[in-house]
């Protein structure tokens, strides 16, 4: 069946750096696009990134334009997402999906990996 699995979150500086990661398998990873979702306490759950089944196309919500980075491995069936210059607001719950296209909901998720930004 489909697994998505994230690792990589934890506690971190405002200013720092961490890099989440996320692997696939029980399906063709490299005909999907996958999707970096994140949701904190009382909030809805919102699209930080997405990247195309081959990773030509990416997008980004606007608050982490220019700090973070999507980035995916089809021979290693992971993707990433490269995180920079990290403000408290970043705290959430960060999930990964398996999507049919880098702005559509996911149809599957992984179970989340917390990412705390705080001094």
């Known amino acids: 069946q489909v697994q998505l699995v994230e690792s990589g979150g934890g506690l971190v500086q405002p200013g720092g750096s961490l890099r989440l990661s996320c692997a696939a398998s029980?399906?063709?990873?490299?005909?999907?696009?996958m999707i970096w979702y994140r949701q904190a306490p009382g909030k809805e759950r919102e699209l930080v990134a997405g990247?195309?089944?081959?990773?030509?196309?990416?997008k980004y919500a606007d608050s982490v334009k220019g700090r973070f980075t999507i980035s995916r491995d089809n021979d290693k069936r992971t993707m990433s997402l490269e995180m920079n210059s990290l403000k408290p607001e970043d705290t959430a719950t960060y999930y990964c999906?398996?999507?049919?296209?880098?702005?559509?909901?996911?149809?599957?998720w992984g179970q989340g990996t917390q990412v705390t930004v705080s001094s």
């Open positions: 999906g398996r999507s049919s296209g880098v702005e559509i909901k996911p149809n599957y």
């Open positions: 029980g399906f063709t990873f490299r005909a999907y696009a």
């Open positions: 990247i195309s089944s081959l990773g030509g196309v990416t």
